[in-house]
């Protein structure tokens, strides 16, 4: 039987597997229909263009080696449009290593005027953990850094999802097997346990012996005239071409030489990674990859898959990893590098963009205190190592501390920040507030302002040490009287003080003229004096300056709590 007569015989067996995806005449989201043709290869039908096929029209005329277009008529990779992608599996949440490949993906894009994309790789629906493909994207939202087109946002080249890209993964496995660079597989699991256990007994690399690959075409058809569970095989040739990563410079893996041929088509109708992100990278028209570097040995794997499909494949940066201090590897069972946790711990996205293009290389300068449009900036690949970045998570809250005084100082800011600490404010306090005036946003602002640089989160300022700024303190008579004798003599003195003074007081004018008060007092030294009104105000033994306290609650309700204090002393 030779193979054209098998391909034609096959055609049951792919509607047969088309069927199980819906139909055989293929619409891809990406505005391009597919359909099998008389020997089942896969064909393109004359479509108008919509947005999508424009992007692809140029790419696809322009890097089919089979295309009579002239090169010269082409763009140069320079002037052709940028478009990246960041493509998570939502087998799990986002955690620090995702968030960094995304962020390098978006800061790229915006500095070239591009897109930056995200796709979720979800054909492992074996392990897909519930909700995690919405939070993805919620993250990169709240991290600043959302997506141009996206499963929520949709765009030109949907679906984002794998799972929803099934057919033409279907078609583009077909057309490998057509041209001989696929094949059939019917080993069963059982043998290739077997063949796992033996390579580890003797040592050795566990690989696939490609024994399908050399089954005659007879052999073929009858067993998939049986109707058995299959999958489709790549099949890997020696003779890879080197390639130059953008960051790793130039590299070459024979990969024939120490893998089996991979699976590209699972028995369940699902792609594997490798074929998925191939054909989606092709018809998304991504133009760079950046991703981990763990993924650099693989690429040679990759660009065999575009060779054989005639596709020019994108360029390739693959980023230095991500590691923690002591040079261990970032693992998502630390439950603290998940984006989430960040998040309701009252990290700043700002800080955690900050801290973890930092600790990395790809910038003009390493200061702490970047934003995005910094980042971007100063953004330049040519200076992105090959080293392995070491976070430091311990600098975190001063990363955090300086992010959010600029955030204090930054007007267009100040309404978030006062909404955010009100409702921290109501969830720590809420039944205890006496006064609903510490909710007004004038009374949060001046907070802010008076504690910036000195908090490393907003929720410091619902800690106990901030209690009084809330709530009113309750102190006893043995607190007071073991502080002084001259309890009711110092704080008259304090309220015809404050009494006398304006509506707006002034840490620095407080602070010369309390020094002065302190001296009218008979036998009570400055430390316990200042100790006395510290306790009035706030219940505590430590804490901001007198001065700020006074500062902060204001000077009504200064006079109120001096005058609690008088009542104290009479009644004791």
């Given at each position: 039987m030779t193979m054209f007569s098998l391909s034609i015989s096959m055609v049951s067996s792919r509607c047969q597997l088309l069927k199980s995806l819906h139909r055989c005449g293929l619409t891809s989201n990406a505005g391009l229909k597919y359909s099998t043709t008389s020997i089942g290869s896969t064909s393109l039908t004359s479509i108008p263009l919509n947005q999508a096929s424009k992007i692809?029209?140029?790419?696809?005329?322009?890097?089919?080696?089979?295309?009579?277009?002239?090169?010269?008529?082409?763009?140069?990779?320079?002037?052709?449009?940028?478009?990246?992608r960041?493509?998570?599996?939502?087998?799990?949440?986002?955690?620090?290593?995702?968030?960094?490949?995304?962020?390098?993906?978006?800061?790229?894009?915006?500095?070239?005027?591009?897109?930056?994309?995200?796709?979720?790789?979800?054909?492992?629906?074996?392990?897909l953990v519930p909700g995690a493909d919405e939070a993805i994207e919620d993250m990169l939202e709240w991290?600043?850094?959302p997506p141009d087109e996206s499963p929520r946002r949709g765009g030109p080249v949907g679906p984002y999802r794998q799972s929803q890209r099934l057919e033409l993964y279907t078609q583009t496995a077909l057309r490998l097997v057509d041209a001989g660079h696929a094949y059939y597989c019917f080993c069963s699991t059982q043998r290739l346990e077997l063949l796992k256990k033996e390579a580890l007994r003797s040592g050795q690399t566990p690989r696939y012996d490609n024994r399908c690959r050399h089954l005659r075409a007879e052999q073929v058809q009858e067993k998939l005239s049986l109707g058995g569970p299959y999958v489709i095989?790549?099949?890997?040739?020696?003779?890879?071409?080197?390639?130059?990563?953008?960051?790793?410079?130039?590299?070459?893996?024979?990969?024939?030489?120490?893998?089996?041929?991979?699976?590209?088509?699972?028995?369940?109708?699902?792609?594997?990674?490798?074929?998925?992100?191939?054909?989606?990278?092709?018809?998304?028209?991504?133009?760079?990859?950046?991703?981990?570097?763990?993924?650099?040995?693989?690429?040679?794997?990759?660009?065999?898959?575009?060779?054989?499909?005639?596709?020019?494949?994108?360029?390739?940066a693959h980023l230095p990893l991500l590691l923690n201090r002591d040079g261990s590897k970032l693992s998502k069972r630390q439950g603290d590098i998940f984006i989430q946790s960040f998040q309701q711990a009252?990290?700043?996205?700002?800080?955690?963009?900050?801290?973890?293009?930092?600790?990395?290389?790809?910038?003009?300068?390493?200061?702490?205190?970047?934003?995005?449009?910094?980042?971007?900036?100063?953004?330049?690949?040519?200076?992105?190592?090959?080293?392995?970045?070491?976070?430091?998570?311990?600098?975190?809250?001063?990363?955090?501390?300086?992010?959010?005084?600029?955030?204090?100082?930054?007007?267009?800011?100040?309404d978030l920040l006062v909404k955010g600490l009100r409702e921290h404010i109501q969830?720590?306090?809420?039944?205890?507030?006496?006064?609903?005036?510490?909710?007004?946003?004038?009374?949060?602002?001046?907070?802010?302002h008076l504690r910036k640089g000195h908090i490393s989160s907003l929720k410091e300022l619902v800690s106990p040490g901030y209690s009084y700024l809330w709530v009113r303190p309750s102190?006893?008579?043995?607190?007071?009287?073991?502080?002084?004798?001259?309890?009711?003599?110092?704080?008259?003195?304090?309220?015809?003080?404050?009494?006398?003074?304006?509506?707006?007081?002034?840490?620095?004018?407080?602070?010369?003229?309390?020094?002065?008060?302190?001296?009218?007092?008979?036998?009570?030294?400055?430390?316990?004096?200042?100790?006395?009104?510290?306790?009035?105000?706030?219940g505590l033994q430590q804490g901001p300056s007198v001065a700020e306290m006074m500062v902060s609650l204001g000077r009504r309700e200064v006079i109120h709590r001096f005058q609690k204090l008088v009542i104290l002393s009479q009644i004791s």
């Open positions: 692809l029209a140029g790419r696809n005329l322009c890097t089919d080696h089979n295309s009579t277009v002239s090169k010269n008529t082409c763009p140069s990779s320079e002037n052709s449009e940028v478009r990246v960041f493509a998570p599996s939502p087998t799990g949440f986002l955690h620090l290593g995702g968030l960094r490949t995304a962020l390098y993906n978006f800061i790229f894009a915006k500095k070239h005027g591009g897109s930056f994309i995200l796709r979720l790789e979800d054909t492992d629906q074996n392990r991290a600043g850094i095989r790549f099949r890997l040739q020696s003779g890879v071409e080197p390639f130059q990563d953008l960051i790793f410079g130039w590299n070459h893996h024979e990969v024939a030489q120490v893998e089996g041929d991979p699976v590209v088509m699972k028995a369940d109708g699902f792609p594997t990674y490798h074929l998925a992100n191939v054909v989606d990278d092709h018809h998304m028209g991504i133009s760079h990859v950046l991703r981990g570097s763990e993924w650099l040995i693989s690429t040679s794997k990759h660009l065999l898959l575009y060779r054989a499909l005639g596709w020019r494949p994108p360029a390739f009252g990290v700043l996205p700002q800080a955690l963009l900050d801290i973890t293009t930092h600790c990395g290389s790809g910038f003009a300068t390493n200061r702490i205190g970047r934003k995005v449009y910094d980042l971007i900036s100063e953004f330049n690949p040519s200076k992105i190592t090959t080293h392995s970045a070491l976070l430091d998570l311990e600098k975190l809250p001063e990363f955090n501390r300086i992010h959010l005084q600029q955030l204090i100082e930054d007007e267009e800011h100040s969830e720590a306090y809420a039944e205890e507030l006496q006064d609903k005036d510490v909710l007004h946003g004038s009374y949060i602002t001046r907070i802010l102190i006893s008579y043995q607190q007071v009287a073991a502080l002084t004798s001259e309890t009711q003599h110092i704080s008259s003195l304090v309220l015809r003080f404050i009494e006398a003074q304006g509506e707006e007081l002034s840490v620095d004018t407080l602070n010369k003229d309390l020094k002065t008060l302190a001296k009218s007092t008979k036998a009570t030294k400055y430390r316990e004096v200042m100790k006395l009104l510290r306790l009035a105000l706030s």
